[in-house]
């Protein structure tokens, strides 16, 4: 990245994923504060470590395992300081619908995703992937397992998610 060019596209290309960026602040920090001070740690080290990206792979693919590292990280460091959040607490800010006016699928869409949150930082990063329709070799690549130890962990991490929603709901 040492000529002007080479930074315009890295720029670019860090633009056109910053989805990743806010799904896995919003997935990892409980209050918006946290999540922009998240988000500016994985641009930067995005940035410091642009030379490590190889074009084998795909952009979104380094991108993702550097901003999951990188969250991972912030949530140990800050893990000892995070209160306990309460169940009827939003995990990301969703502006209070009224019951009524509420659908069953956003019930069970907040609910399951307090769930995720409650994951270890490896499932949780797991099921971020997952629920964004990555294949187990995309995971794989992300997380630096193998495809079936995907295929294997992502069926116990469903089984505890549909255990904590049944246990939840009667």
Do not use: P
């Amino acid at each position: 990245m040492e000529d002007q060019i080479d930074r315009k596209e890295f720029v670019k290309l860090i633009q056109m994923n910053k989805g990743i960026v806010y799904k896995i602040c919003n997935s990892y920090c409980r209050n918006k504060h946290d999540r922009e001070d998240l988000a500016q740690e994985i641009v930067y080290q995005l940035w410091i470590s642009g030379h490590t990206f190889n074009d084998d792979f795909k952009f979104s693919t380094w991108m993702y395992r550097v901003a999951l590292n990188v969250a991972i990280s912030f949530y140990r460091k800050n893990k000892s300081t995070q209160a306990l959040v309460s169940f009827t607490d939003n995990i990301i800010d969703i502006e209070d619908i009224s019951d009524d006016f509420e659908t069953e699928y956003e019930q069970n869409r907040k609910q399951l995703l307090y769930f995720i949150h409650e994951l270890n930082e490896f499932d949780k990063a797991l099921m971020i992937l997952f629920l964004e329709a990555k294949n187990y070799k995309e995971i794989a690549e992300i997380l630096g397992i193998t495809e079936t130890n995907v295929a294997t962990k992502i069926s116990r991490v469903k089984d505890k998610l549909k255990q904590r929603i049944l246990t939840a709901n009667k």
